[in-house]
């Protein structure tokens, strides 16, 4: 499966740049071929002048063919085989079970959105009907539904090459509401990009959809990624990486003429908190499902848990103890690129530095240096409030073991804490109705607050929020997983008075295509008259 290191712009290969650069394989430190280019200002110009001019065509697509499109990219991406998978093996270090799961949840999460245009209530149609007889004044007729933004950015995340990069969620649901993307692929996996934006290409070749509704752009440097936010047509941004770059692409947005909205999933710690009675009875299986959860995939995952907050007792030293011997057991493993591991090994040793804080335990038998070993910290309380950084994400296999002497420092700890994506109770139900205070301070802070489950795992249905108050995202109430995920490319607009035949196809009264609607404040499938009766 040849690569040719080339941005795809509305379908065709362009390598106007003068710089290159190439993946590094992360076990072995060898470079992959090919060279990849690095893209230029006048192609991030030509990407974004095609996706708008794309866009006054695709957002008046059927659904039925948008939908179609959806399901062609599914197709085309499982029909890149083994050889998509080998390239993602080779660029992140991730193990083939783990990428063919992966790729699983890419295909069926494409489809989910394909289902959900095609259903199509998720444009929340709206109707008041007019009532011209209303005294002291007649009532026009209103009709709102959701329609989509303009070409979306959308940034591709390491720690997930094929869910959450050039096919990943971002992407599908800017495609799936009617919007044209433009892609900027991770440098750590160009190659992978680079396949999955070929099956996308093929897909829009194959429906009938206009070229410059998906662009991929490549680069190594920081600069690409400004340039494509601050161009005036890119209207939103998708991005799932470091609270550094979130924050950078964020301050970029809204310093435009005209600011954009920036959904960007940063960084989080996913605090556990252990109440008594479930330590007492389930302390062993619980310590050894969380050093599962930490070292799964390297811990480099965005629900990875790494604080865990308990009463200071025998209980919570027996459980250290239990976790730090799970620890020992685990394997060093191979983080996606050099520098995240570099900078895993500078967390843990601003840790160590800090009076209080111990090693408590970590992996054995490190005998690669590329590896890292999984890794379990231990402090009090009073410790941890005092220091800033033991509160900031560690990104890689470790955890914080932090031991309270009340009930109080549990809730002083929840009530200073900034805002994660999860937080997790591990407790009986009577420890739920004992803790109430806290329970109401992490609802506070969290996007999904779990009871008894680890958050590793992220199920992609309708319910599902993966989101949370700064800085886990920068807009606490957007998902990027999930169906939700659809509104956040998409903006409400009012029509009032208009003729019926004029109204988009949601809003009128017949309800041609049977979706859920509104109207008059009662949701129903049914058509309606124009004008209420007096």
Known sequence: MELHGKNIIGGKLSAHGKSFFAAINPVTGEKLSPDFCETSPSEIDQALSLAQTAFQIYR?????????????????????????????????ALPEPRLLGERARTVAQIKMFAELVREGSWVQ???????????????????????????????????????????????????????PVVVKAHPAHPGTSELVAGAITRAAESAGIPAGVFSLLQGASHEVGLQVVRHPAAKAVGFTGSLKAGRALFDAAAARPEPIP??????????????????????????????????MGVGQFCTNPGLVIGKDDAQLQTFLEKAVAFASKIEPGTMLYESIRQRFHERAEAFQKIPGVR?????????????????????????????????????????????????????????????????????????????????????????????????TGVEVCASMHHGGPYPATTDSRATSVGAAAIKRFARPICFQNFPDATLPVELQNKNARNIWRLVDNLLTRDDCEGVVNS
């Open 359 to 455: 090693v408590a335990g970590k992996s054995g038998n490190i005998s690669n240096p590329k590896t890292v070993p999984a890794m379990v910290f231990a402090t009090d309380a009073k410790t941890f409030l005092k220091h800033e950084t033991l509160h900031e994400e560690m990104f890689g296999p470790s955890t914080l073991v932090v031991a309270c002497d009340s009930d109080n420092q549990l809730e002083l700890i929840a009530r200073t804490m900034s805002g994660q994506l999860t937080a997790t109770l591990f407790a009986t139900e009577e420890d739920l109705v004992a803790h109430r205070n806290l329970i109401s301070l992490l609802e506070q802070k969290v996007g999904r607050l779990l009871f008894n489950n680890f958050p």
């Open 60 to 92: 008046k697509e059927p659904a039925e063919k948008i939908a179609n499109f959806l399901e062609k990219i599914a197709g085309e991406i499982l029909q890149l085989g083994d050889g998509l998978i080998q390239r993602a093996n080779a660029e992140t």
């Open 125 to 179: 149609a709206s109707i008041d009907r007019a009532q011209p007889d209303r005294k002291p004044m007649p009532k026009p007729d209103l009709r709102r539904m959701l329609i989509p933004l303009g070409p979306v950015i959308v940034f591709g995340a390491s720690n997930f090459p094929l869910a959450f990069s050039v096919a990943g969620g971002d992407t599908m649901s800017a495609l799936a509401s009617g919007n």
């Open 262 to 295: 920036v959904y960007a999933e940063m960084g989080s710690v996913n605090p556990i908190f252990i109440l008594p009675s479930a330590l007492e009875k389930n302390g062993a299986s619980i310590a050894e499902g969380l050093m599962q959860s930490v070292a």
